[in-house]
Nanobody
Framework: VRLVESGGGLVQPGGSLRLSCAAS????????MNWYRQAPGKERELVAR????????NYADSMKGRFTISRDNANDTVYLQMSSLKPEDTAVYYC?????????WGQGTQVTVSS
């Protein structure tokens, strides 16, 4: 099982980034997918969730209207489009597939929002 995030980087406040997470080694289209983030000194928090078919999404309150999660089941990839980025969005962003007993996690991609 592999989840490989990409697309992070340094962006100015108000800017946009699109994160990608390429999945392999499991039946991607059968899994809901999540994006989490962890800022320095803080706990990991859920950013967004999408169902296996992509027909339903949920967002943390602070991301609503700014972030959009989507997926491409034909290419086993989940995306996180982030806009109107703020310095407080600075964090390592992780892709996650809920799985019992152990979730699948990527290695994370750093997003830094700074002028």
């Amino acid at each position: 099982v592999r989840l490989v995030e990409s697309g992070g980087g340094l962006v100015q406040p108000g800017g946009s980034l699109r994160l990608s997470c390429a999945a392999s080694g499991f039946t991607f289209s059968s899994y809901d997918m999540n994006w989490y983030r962890q800022a320095p000194g803080k706990e990991r928090e859920l950013v967004a969730r999408i169902t296996s078919t992509g027909d339903s999404t949920n967002y943390a309150d602070s991301m609503k209207g700014r972030f959009t999660i989507s997926r491409d089941n034909a290419n086993d990839t989940v995306y996180l489009q982030m806009s109107s980025l703020k310095p407080e969005d600075t964090a390592v962003y992780y892709c996650n597939a809920p799985n019992w007993p152990n979730d699948f996690w990527g290695q994370g991609t750093q997003v830094t929002v700074s002028s």
